[in-house]
């Protein structure tokens, strides 16, 4: 925001972003709530979306939610089909999404398809 632009009249301020594993109780609370049993991830390949989600499968094994699987593409990739097909072919409903902005324009229309 704005306010974090003038240094001077505010030195204390900084923003913080818990990173992705903190909530894993937050996706667990709601995919219950919501009687939601099965999961999958669509996910940057590399390590940063990686290795979070790794963590993320035994935390849904262990509360009995189905974690389907980590569907993971290329940050260049733009025509999302093929990975969004291979999720509907698997049984997928819900989608956990680990991506930059700059993919999610092309998921979302993907998906609204």
């Given at each position: 925001g704005s306010i974090a632009?003038?240094?001077s009249k505010y030195p204390?301020?900084?923003r913080t972003i818990a990173e992705n594993k903190e909530y894993k109780e937050a996706y667990?609370?709601?995919l219950r709530a919501l009687g939601w049993s099965k999961?999958?991830?669509l996910t940057h390949d590399g390590a940063?979306?990686?290795?979070?989600m790794s963590s993320m499968q035994n935390e849904f094994q262990n509360n009995k939610i189905q974690f389907i699987i980590n569907r993971?593409?290329?940050k260049e990739a733009t025509d999302m089909s093929m990975y969004l097909n291979?999720?509907?072919e698997r049984g997928t409903k819900i989608i956990i999404g680990e991506f930059y902005t700059s993919s999610?324009?092309?998921i979302m229309c993907e998906a609204y398809k």
């Open positions: 632009r003038d240094d204390y301020f900084f667990i609370a709601t999961v999958a991830a940063k979306h990686s290795n979070y993971k593409f290329p291979d999720l509907k999610a324009r092309h």
